[in-house]
């Protein structure tokens, strides 16, 4: 079903529309991205329309979880094309804020990552998860969800907004959704539309050598660049590589896999 979705643009705006849905008992549900929307956050919408009666999908490309500006710049942003793939998801408001509205001029309060972002990303991005429960904390001050929904594809951001919300008594049901991957394997990512179809291909091998067992040196016999890490982490297989300057992250489940615990 085809739904009209309001796109809102300040915080007052969102308030009044979480307010008429809790005067009516409605749940709603948090849906955070980063945009640039493909099947994979339409997944992650529809599992939070299955959570409650309005389902709210915010975009916005966080600076403060960049480790490079260039990364930064260069992240996909499509927010037209985005409220326009929100039609038929079940989405019921695009909350979509300016950095002004997010970060105002003067805006000195952060918050820290705890003990979960410690390893692997935390190791190879200092001070990402910072960033990343910062905003999140922001949006969930500014939403104020019933349950928010985020993707297994990031299974230690998964488990460091777990901490957060538990530590700083957030009352917000946190949901993770499967991975949704493309017909060879790939883990879908706004990143994909960054490389060609000759590092498509390359991508394309990292999900197969995780299941598989391989490590770096494995990886790297296949086609990437660099890897960053893979290693195992709270029962999944854990890995981020480079192709074509594009980091693509990736976890399996451990079958038995021959790696240590541990980042490497």
């Known amino acids: 079903m085809v739904r009209a979705v309001q796109t809102l643009r300040d915080i007052a705006a969102l308030r009044a529309f979480v307010g008429a849905q809790r005067s009516t008992a409605r749940r709603v549900a948090l849906v955070p991205t980063m945009g640039a929307l493909h099947a994979g956050h339409i997944a992650l919408l529809r599992a939070a329309r299955a959570r409650a009666e309005a389902v709210v999908a915010s975009v916005f490309v966080n600076p403060l979880q960049f480790n490079e500006v260039r990364d930064f710049e260069h992240y996909p942003r499509d927010l037209e094309g985005d409220a326009a793939r929100l039609r038929d998801t079940g989405c019921d408001a695009l909350w979509a804020p300016s950095d002004a509205t997010m970060y105002p001029e003067g805006h000195s309060v952060t918050v820290r990552a705890g003990r979960a972002a410690q390893g692997f990303e935390g190791t190879h991005r200092p001070g990402h998860f910072d960033g990343v429960v910062t905003v999140v904390a922001k949006l969930f001050n500014q939403v104020q969800p019933d349950s928010a929904v985020f993707g297994e594809k990031d299974w230690q951001q998964l488990a460091v907004v777990r901490e957060m919300v538990q530590d700083l008594n957030f009352p917000i049901e946190i949901c993770g959704a499967p991975i949704e991957?493309?017909?060879?394997?790939?883990?879908?990512?706004?990143?994909?539309?960054l490389l060609s179809e000759e590092g498509l291909a390359v991508a394309r091998r990292l999900n197969a050598v995780l299941r598989a067992g391989g490590g770096a040196e494995d990886l790297l016999s296949v086609g990437f660049e660099k890897v960053d890490y893979v290693g195992l982490l709270a029962g999944r297989v854990v890995a981020a590589v480079w192709v074509e300057g594009v980091r693509l992250i990736d976890n399996v489940e451990n079958a038995g896999h021959p790696l240590p615990a541990g980042s490497r």
Do not use: C, H, P, V
């Not at 991957?181 to 539309?193: E, F, K, P, T, V």
């Open 181 to 193: 991957r493309d017909q060879a394997g790939l883990a879908l990512s706004s990143r994909n539309a």
